[in-house]
T-cell receptor, first 113, second 113 residues
């Protein structure tokens, strides 16, 4: 199963872009990269996912390297509300109708005023 | 907007009690999931369901059962609560398809005394 490696923690100034890296060197061809975040005392919040191409939505951008061995989540203008633990996940198993997400330790992002 | 609602944010029960945790989603999703989240262990899948009245065991089903009588509602049952079931319980839902993200509720923090 593909595993991910993320920095334990990062700081970012409010209003600046937050770039969160993730290594997934053993990713296989049909596995997607997902990003979630979890604010204290809340459930995980879906942010974005992708396979090969870069993706963008209203929350963030996802940049996946050409060899797919790493990716970067970009929050373009970080706010204090973006302070959370960010999880990079590579889907590890596929049942007929669902997935079994495995959340690692993640990156604790602190957005500073 | 995606909405997964768990009936209680905090719950305290006694050893041996039968405990019901309820989850409702308003997105007409076919798939629903129950996880528990413990420090250092990440998320672990307990059960999931891909259709009404259908259920599949996850990685740690022992001591739990589930019920899905209606598409929007997925209940987790602790048959006889034990102290090692003290945890954060998270419900999620998704549409079918191996790349579809799961959307989580805010969780129920359950304490068994």
């Amino acid at each position: 199963d593909a595993k991910t490696t993320q920095p334990t923690s990062m700081d970012c100034a409010e209003g600046r872009a937050a770039n969160l890296p993730c290594n997934h060197s053993t990713i296989s061809g049909n596995e997607y990269v997902y990003w979630y975040r979890q604010i204290h005392s809340q459930g995980p919040q879906y942010i974005i996912h992708g396979l090969k191409n870069n993706e963008t939505n209203e929350m963030a951008s996802l940049i996946i390297t050409e060899d797919r061995k790493s990716s970067t989540l970009i929050l373009p203008h970080a706010t204090l509300r973006d302070t959370a633990v960010y999880y990079c996940i590579v889907m590890v198993a596929v049942y007929n109708y669902g997935q079994n997400f495995v959340f690692g330790p993640g990156t604790r992002l602190s957005v500073l005023p | 907007d995606v909405k997964v609602t768990q009936s209680s944010r905090y719950l305290v029960k006694r050893t041996g009690e039968k405990v019901f945790l309820e989850c409702v989603q308003d997105m007409d999703h076919e798939n629903m999931f129950w996880y528990r989240q413990d420090p250092g262990l990440g998320l672990r899948l307990i059960y999931f369901s891909y259709d009404v009245k259908m259920k599949e065991k996850g990685d740690i089903p022992e001591g739990y059962s589930v019920s899905r009588e209606k598409k929007e509602r997925f209940s987790l049952i602790l048959e006889s609560a034990s102290t090692n079931q003290t945890s954060m319980y998270l419900c999620a839902s998704s549409t079918p398809g191996s790349n579809q993200p799961q959307h989580f509720g805010d969780g129920t923090r359950l304490s068994i005394l």
